[in-house]
């Protein structure tokens, strides 16, 4: 597929970004794919490059911008490793739901302006952290988002005043999570608040269960599992192909 390095000025600073397409004229429809804590490296430019070739316009950007020029994770040893762990925390924590909205105002804004994106409302998929962040984005703005994907996301739903659960009732898009199960990220009570949540705010909404462990869908997790991946595939491409305008 493809691929443009490019940045983007954000609130914050530059942001490194990957923007992902079909072969040949376009324009398609524009996504952000928000990485899972490890951040962004190879196989996420494999799956961004995955998605673009489905028809989309696949935007990929380094959300640990705001740490400058930061030590990539090992997946296979980061939880393992205290120092490593400590350092990936700090990290995640870093990243509010103030910053999740700024960050994307800028990364639509700049999708809104390629010539190979069409449209002006646009998808938002995640994985792990990048879930929370999908559906944060698309309740903090919701005239820009048609479609938001989390699989194996966390914190999805909290006591915290910052729960995503509670932007249900701001949301227009339509919703799809996928959660692993045995996931104390995202519980079965979590799926029933959230569910709740959002039928009672009218939102088009699937929540769905994958028997497989948290990080099913990222090819470097050590709990990856190739048929759940094959069927996050399927349900991310009929909600992108059921939402986003063409």
């Known amino acids: 597929m493809p691929k443009i390095t490019d940045s983007i ?4 600073g530059t942001c490194a970004v990957r923007l992902f397409t079909p072969e040949g004229p376009g324009p398609w429809p524009g996504v952000v794919m928000y990485c899972d804590a490890g951040g962004v ?6 799956m961004a490059a995955k998605l673009a070739g489905f028809g989309y316009a696949v935007l990929l950007p380094d959300v640990y911008y705001r740490s400058g020029d930061w030590a990539p994770f090992d997946m296979a040893t980061v939880f393992g490793d205290k120092d490593e762990r400590n350092r990936l925390f700090s990290m995640i924590g870093s990243i509010t739901p ?7 105002g800028a990364f639509f804004d700049y999708l809104a302006a390629r010539p190979e994106v069409s449209g002006d409302r646009f998808g938002v998929c995640g994985y792990c952290m990048g879930g929370r962040t999908s559906l944060v984005v698309a ?3 919701p005239d820009r988002v ?4 989390s699989f194996h996301g966390g914190g999805l739903v909290s006591d915290g005043t910052d729960s995503p659960h509670l932007l249900a009732d701001r949301m227009t898009a339509r919703i799809y999570v996928g959660g692993a199960e045995n996931d104390a990220s995202f519980t079965a009570d979590d799926a029933e608040r959230l569910d709740k949540a959002l039928t009672a705010a009218g939102v088009s909404h699937t929540i769905e269960w994958y028997s497989a462990g948290h990080g099913f869908a990222v090819p470097d997790n050590a709990p990856y599992d190739a ?9 991310i491409t009929e909600v992108f192909g059921s939402a986003l305008p063409r």
């Open 9 to 12: 000025t954000t609130p914050d």
């Open 41 to 46: 490296r190879d196989t996420f430019d494999q």
């Open 98 to 104: 103030d910053k999740m909205a700024a960050d994307a």
């Open 139 to 141: 309740g903090r703005l």
């Open 146 to 149: 048609a479609a938001a994907a």
């Open 227 to 235: 048929a759940a991946a094959e069927r996050h595939w399927e349900a």
